[in-house]
């Protein structure tokens, strides 16, 4: 069974950081890229990251871009997503979602989500 | 940076025909995908490379393109149909774009 499993979110202070990690399983995970999207409470998906199977490639979206970075752990079948300087509008559920880009399969399988919320 | 451009909502009776479009100058050098997100649940892809239809995906769900604009259509919708649609392309930067979404409300 193919599962994503997201993990590390929490309330934070404006400023703070946070480490969100995605866990694979029941699949081949270094031939798959993964990126993580965004959804604010009420609000649409916002894509922030992509990595590619190798972690050779990596994109970052221009509203987090220098206060984000994307790695990947293809042993422990792991992405982590390290964000810095958080601010209000950080608030959301952070997904990582797994892509065959060579296949043009989009995201094709979603974790459940770990809610990250920036307060004081 | 890079937009995309779809209609708030969209309304529909039972059995009827639902199109949703979705705009980007990318169009059609880059492909667009369509995903379905029920409340509370993470999103799930319904339509790749303009018009694919992944497996498992009803055949009710169909995607088209035409010059700039890409379209969904939901045929003879159903009630577990309402949902928020979010078209998603690329840029000729790498980056992943969504579209605002559409929320399709069944009558």
């Known amino acids: 069974e193919v599962q994503l499993v997201e993990s590390g979110g929490g309330l934070v202070q404006p400023g703070g950081s946070l480490r969100l990690s995605c866990e694979a399983s029941g699949f081949s995970f270094i031939s798959y890229s993964v990126n993580w999207v965004r959804q604010a409470p009420g609000k649409g998906l916002e894509w922030v990251s992509y990595i590619s199977p190798s972690g050779s490639n990596i994109y970052y979206a221009d509203s987090v871009k220098g206060r984000v970075a994307i790695s990947r752990d293809n042993a422990k079948n792991t992405v982590s997503l390290q964000i810095n300087s958080l601010r209000d509008e950080d608030t959301s559920v952070y997904y990582c979602?797994?892509?065959?880009?060579?296949?043009?399969?989009?995201?094709?399988?979603w974790g459940q989500g770990t809610l990250v919320t920036v307060s004081s | 940076s890079y937009e995309l451009t779809q209609p708030p909502s969209v309304s529909v009776s039972p059995g009827q025909t639902a199109k949703i479009t979705c705009s980007g100058d990318?169009?059609?050098?880059?492909?667009a995908y369509w995903y379905q997100q029920k409340a509370g649940q993470a999103p799930v892809v319904i339509i790749h490379k303009d018009s694919e239809r992944p497996s498992g995906i009803p055949e009710r769900f169909s995607g088209s393109s035409s010059g700039t604009t890409v379209t969904l259509t939901i045929s003879g919708v159903q009630a577990g149909d309402e949902a928020d649609y979010y078209c998603q392309s690329t840029d000729s930067s790498g980056a992943y774009v969504f579209g605002p979404g559409t929320k399709v409300t069944v009558l």
């Open positions: 979602a797994r892509e065959d880009r060579n296949e043009g399969s989009g995201l094709d399988f």
């Open positions: 990318a169009f059609p050098q880059q492909y």
